[in-house]
């Protein structure tokens, strides 16, 4: 019972890795539809979901009238899986509920409608959208944009809407996407999706929350503060940064790439340190320094796991604001997220004996590093995407 849940990851995996095949092949359209956002793909993930449900459910005993954590899952690994519960929640709630379309304004022209994408029919507004102005705003000393500014009159109010700073009215998100060539237009993406962006924002925010607190509890204050200290450094360096396309200019951009370059340099201390042991588990028969190396591996693992997907979300977040979207099974979003799997198995020991093995587990975390270098440098030279920026 308790593996049924990892051999829909496995699954998973393998169906997501060969999709971002698929998509290069045949294209970002063919393999959202036959694959993404198939009946069978959605089926895989709730089977997961559902399994993985029923196993937090069987780890609590409970004891007169109040469900108390048994020893084998403590408080803080029961919130953070379900956090992932509730991500996957969003998600499916987003597929079903959300509306997503375009509107296109000239100056002066009045809309209370947007174009859907899927049906491309008209969508109701319950409110008025009116473009008075349309700027661009460029670089000094350049022609390069530097931000597109739509000023529009709202139900008898005037609101701004550039480059990562939308509008919400009513729950629905409004978007600067593109301009007319003459700068006398634009087009707006219109979203709604409020119980979707909800529930999996709440899984969000209990994600961080709770892996904070499990993080913590595993490695203590003097790893977290260091690590937690070069998280810091690498962001206020990043920061400082100025690039010059439009969407790229925000503070997302920042605390995103710093979070998942550290994750990811943690990542590779982990299979130098995979390879020392096992070079020396060959060499020698002595356990006392490789068993500290193993003990530092094993540590390492929770802040490495933790990171990256704490980045994948923040880049989520970003997305949603970007482009009205927090998940759109990009290439690069797709290997984090199977680099995300891949390595949250070994953290779970009791589940999975064999990782409970030394020498296996080291040799699981070295070949794991394939997945990192595919992510960080293979999907920019063997794949598409919107990362390619990068």
């Known amino acids: 019972m308790k593996k049924i849940s990892f051999y829909f990851l496995f699954a998973l995996i393998v169906v997501m890795a060969g999709a971002t095949a698929v998509e290069k092949l045949f294209g970002s359209a063919f393999a959202v539809e036959k694959i993404y956002h198939s009946w069978w793909f959605i089926a895989l993930w709730s089977a997961c979901a559902i399994a993985g449900l029923a196993q937090i459910c069987n780890s609590c005993r409970k004891q007169g009238t109040i469900c108390k954590p048994a020893p084998a899952m403590n408080l803080p690994t029961i919130l953070v899986h379900t956090a992932f519960l509730l991500i996957l929640a969003g998600a499916f709630t987003t597929f079903l509920t959300a509306k997503r379309g375009y ?21 109701p507004l319950p409110f008025d959208v009116k473009l008075l102005l349309f700027e661009v705003k460029y670089h000094e000393n350049s022609d390069k944009p530097a931000n597109f500014h739509s000023y529009l009159l709202i139900d008898g109010k005037v609101r701004e809407i550039s480059m990562n700073n939308i509008h919400s009215e009513q729950n629905y998100r409004l978007y600067q996407l593109e301009y007319d060539s003459d700068e ?24 961080l929350i ?20 070069v998280t810091f450094a690498v ?22 790439v710093s979070v998942i370059m550290v994750s990811y340099v943690i990542l590779l201390i982990i299979t130098v340190l995979s390879a020392i042991y096992l070079i020396k588990a060959r060499k020698h028969k002595s356990t006392n320094n490789k068993s500290s190396i193993l003990q530092i591996t094993t540590k390492l693992l929770y802040p490495a796991v933790f990171l990256l997907a704490f980045g994948i979300f923040l880049g989520a977040v970003w997305a949603n604001i ?13 290997w984090a997220l199977i680099t995300l799997l891949i390595y949250a198995l070994p953290i779970h020991k009791r589940t999975f004996k064999a990782f409970s093995r030394p020498k296996f587990f080291c040799a699981y975390c070295l070949i794991a590093f394939l997945s990192v270098l595919m992510t960080f440098l293979g999907v920019s030279f063997l794949l598409n995407g919107l990362h390619s920026y990068l």
């Open 210 to 229: 709770s892996g904070i607190w499990l993080v913590f509890k595993k490695i203590g204050w003097l790893w977290f503060a260091a690590i937690g200290a």
């Open 322 to 334: 970007s482009w009205g979207r927090y998940w759109g099974w990009d290439s690069k979003e797709t």
């Open 184 to 207: 006398m237009g634009t087009t707006l993406l219109i979203n709604y999706d409020f119980w979707g962006i909800t529930i999996t924002y709440t899984g969000y925010l209990l994600l």
């Open 103 to 123: 509107m296109h304004l000239r100056q002066n022209e009045i809309h209370n409608y947007f174009i859907d994408e899927k049906t491309q029919e008209r969508q």
């Open 235 to 256: 962001w206020f360096y990043i920061s400082t940064l100025n690039p010059m396309t439009p969407i790229l200019r925000s503070p997302m951009l920042a605390l995103h």
